[in-house]
């Protein structure tokens, strides 16, 4: 199946810092979404985002699809961002719709 | 209107016993999925059904491992014969349809497994 990597595995910020999460991803894909698991475990869906650039508030995503990879930007961080962001595909050369999802990047914002 | 919904949020048995873990998708999703995570990882895919059909069941780990939708809707996770490796967290999603962003799959808050 297809292969999903993101980095860094672990990040701490100060409030108010901003960051940027990476998802590389080893074939075309027809789905890409980002999450933000919550400390609670809650699966919080951010970003359908197969191509292009989209924008929610303080959180930004681009995918650039050609070059199989995906950027989550995060603004002005909050103690509320904590938890961990997975990004997770579809192979384009699949009919079927199972996500494949990476390990994830944890997110530590102290106040 | 009301997102996946999952039951129980946990569950503790013994190991030899059987479990159905339940889950509700959204109204009006036609594609429905079961994935499991274990600490520290990404979440796995297990199954996943077009409204009442099984599209596909390769993520199952093994025939102790099944799943059915019998309406199109709610939809059961069955472990029979449980073993202490089976302890995860059991994720639910749905999603609309199948273009475009009616894929997006939505999680339910998951159901967290423990076998004794």
């Known amino acids: 199946g297809i292969q999903v990597e993101q980095s860094p595995p672990d990040l701490i910020l100060q409030e108010g810092a901003n960051s940027t999460l990476r998802c590389n991803f080893s074939?075309?894909?027809?789905?890409l979404q980002w999450f933000h698991q919550n400390p609670w475990g809650q699966l919080i869906n951010l970003f359908y985002?197969?191509?292009g650039t989209k924008q929610n508030g303080r959180l930004s995503a681009t995918t650039v699809a050609t070059e199989r990879y995906s950027l989550l930007y995060i603004s002005s961080s909050q103690t509320t961002d904590s938890g961990v962001y997975f990004c997770a595909v579809v192979d384009r050369g699949s009919t079927l719709g199972r996500l494949y999802f990476g390990r994830g990047t944890q997110l530590t914002v102290w106040p | 209107g009301a997102g996946v919904s999952q039951s129980p949020r946990y569950k503790v048995t013994k190991r030899g016993q059987d479990v159905a873990l339940r889950c509700d998708p959204i109204s009006g999703h036609v594609s429905l999925y079961w994935y499991r995570q274990a600490l520290g990882q990404g979440p796995e895919f297990l199954t996943y059904?077009?409204?009442?059909?099984?599209?596909?069941k390769s993520g199952l780990p093994n025939d102790r491992f099944s799943a059915e939708r019998p309406e199109g809707s709610i939809s059961t996770l069955t472990i029979q014969r449980t073993e202490q490796r089976d302890s995860a967290m059991y994720r639910c999603?749905?999603?609309?349809?199948?273009?475009?962003?009616?894929?997006?799959?939505?999680f339910g808050p998951g159901t967290r497994l423990l076998v004794l």
């Open positions: 074939d075309s894909v027809n789905n």
């Open positions: 059904f077009n409204y009442e059909a099984q599209q596909d």
């Open positions: 999603a749905s999603s609309l349809g199948f273009a475009g962003p009616e894929k997006t799959q939505y």
């Open positions: 985002i197969p191509s």
